[in-house]
């Protein structure tokens, strides 16, 4: 039986099943990418919704996971060599469980940091830009009557577009026919971007044909379909 009684929040999250990997998370973009790869690669695990609507990200028992305060964040009771690791950022995270399983991330070395290069490409520029330009477009940022932010992330919004879809022009997924880490990180965001953003008309989205393209094959995957609705909103 594993041990989780040194990490606070398993006394605020109690696990049931200890032995699993355990997720902290709600379904946000970073939140279901982790969720995602979890049903993709089958791995045992026991999901916990962390509302970020009422700040339960900011208790004390979250913050002691991940002092950043941001979900999700992980627990897996057999990390390496067989001690828990706790890891948050879900960058690292994805990076972590397809180490771990040797799946969703190539073998050739060249291509394993590529694959890795377009993580951070979500990280450092999509997941940034997108969120902006959503607070801007949706929320309490529309009522800025300076609209020059909105129009800043709407550009680079449609540059970070275009990148995206050059790469995958002749691709089927964005290491070519391997289905990795980096499109996992990506789907959620450019979903959230024409759906639950509603800004598909603002970036001209239907430019970007590769992109939809590479969207609706993503979005027919089973395990994103479930993904994308763990842990369930309460």
């Not at 002691?64 to 067989?82: F, R, S, V, Y």
């Not at 001209?204 to 044909?209: A, I, L, M, V």
């Amino acid at each position: 039986m594993s041990d989780l009684t040194p990490f606070p929040i398993a006394a605020r999250w109690p696990a049931q099943y200890p032995d699993r990997i355990q997720l902290y998370s709600f379904p946000t973009p970073n939140g279901v990418k982790v969720s995602i790869a979890l049903e993709e690669l089958d791995l045992p695990y026991e999901a916990h919704a962390i509302n970020i609507g009422k700040n339960e990200s900011w208790t004390p028992e979250f913050l002691a996971l991940n002092p950043n305060g941001k979900i999700p964040a992980i627990i897996d009771p057999n990390g390496p060599g067989g001690k828990p690791l706790a890891l948050s950022e879900s960058g690292a995270i994805l990076i972590y469980l397809a180490e771990k399983t040797g799946r969703l991330i190539p073998s050739d070395r060249a291509r394993h940091y590529e694959t890795i290069q377009w993580v951070f490409f979500q990280m450092a520029s999509v997941g940034p830009m997108f969120g902006q330009l959503g607070f801007f477009h949706k929320f309490a940022g529309r009522e800025i009557a300076d609209k020059r932010p909105l129009e800043r992330y709407r550009d680079e919004s449609r540059r970070l577009l275009g990148v995206l879809d050059k790469r995958l022009e002749g691709r089927k997924w964005i290491m070519d026919d391997d289905y990795t880490i980096a499109d996992i990180s990506l789907l959620g965001w450019v979903r959230n971007l024409i759906g639950f953003y509603d800004a598909g008309d603002l970036v001209g989205f239907k430019s970007f044909e590769n992109v939809a393209a590479w969207l609706e094959r993503g979005l027919a995957r089973p395990a994103v379909q479930a993904g994308l609705n763990i842990p369930a909103r309460s």
